[in-house]
């Protein structure tokens, strides 16, 4: 099916790790975005991409890493995951218009 | 940069009444305006959105939205909610410039009440 996953929906971890959420689409669309989503701030841009191997930064791209080797793919990492990124994270891409995955609940202990 | 101001955080609402959610932004250049749903635990799904022609635009559930340009606002209105509405509303802007890059307000949760 057409569309754009996440995986996994659902993470719990510990201060310290690393972890890495996966988001893939199947419309190639060239631009792919992740944000996070925390009560009274609505959606933060992190990071997004243009095209393979093109990225930049968004509003908190602080503690996060991404890459994109291939236009479908779009991971994104915590290196040493802090509490304070515990939020879901929706990775996005774009035609005329935004279409959302369903989202990552992490949790860091 | 574009910036996007939903001013009520909550609405709450009687089922059959009318709701408007208000959204203003700030640009010094075109804008696009989207307005998207978020149902509990779910990802955002598009309404509708302003590209250009019409300021007036009708979205998906009976919803519409009026771009203002002088008052810098595309308001979402529906005239009669139900309770399948509840959910969080969330207005988005882009520009000519840089279309691909969206700005989300912080979002209204609209509450609708038997």
């Known amino acids: 099916d057409a569309g754009i996953t996440q995986s996994p929906r659902y993470k719990i971890t510990e201060t310290g790790r690393q972890v890495t959420l996966m988001c893939h689409q199947t419309?190639?669309?060239?631009?792919m975005f992740w944000y996070r989503q925390d009560l009274g701030h609505g959606l933060r841009l992190i990071y997004y991409?243009?095209?393979?191997?093109?990225?930049d930064k968004g509003e908190v791209p602080d503690g996060y890493v991404v890459s994109r080797s291939k236009t479908e793919n779009f991971p994104l990492t915590l290196e040493s995951a802090t509490r304070s990124q515990t939020s879901v994270y929706f990775c996005?891409?774009?035609?005329?218009?935004?279409?959302f995955g369903p989202g990552t609940r992490l949790t860091v202990l | 940069a574009q910036s996007v101001t939903q001013l009520d955080s909550q609405v709450p609402v009687f089922e059959e009444a009318p709701v408007e959610l208000r959204c203003n932004y700030s640009?010094?250049?075109?804008?696009?305006l989207f307005w998207y749903v978020q149902y509990p635990n779910q990802g955002l799904q598009l309404l509708l959105k302003?590209?250009?022609?019409?300021?007036l635009v009708k979205g998906i559930n009976g919803f519409e939205a009026e771009f203002n340009k002088s008052q810098t606002s595309f308001h979402l209105r529906k005239p009669s909610v139900h309770i399948s509405d509840t959910a969080e509303y969330f207005c988005?802007?882009?520009?000519?410039?840089?279309?691909?890059?969206?700005?989300f307000g912080s979002g209204t949760k609209l509450n609708v009440k038997p």
């Open positions: 996005a891409s774009s035609g005329d218009e935004q279409f």
């Open positions: 419309w190639s669309h060239s631009y």
């Open positions: 991409s243009a095209a393979a191997d093109i990225t």
């Open positions: 640009s010094s250049v075109s804008v696009y």
């Open positions: 302003y590209l250009s022609g019409s300021t």
């Open positions: 988005a802007v882009s520009d000519l410039y840089n279309f691909n890059k969206f700005y």
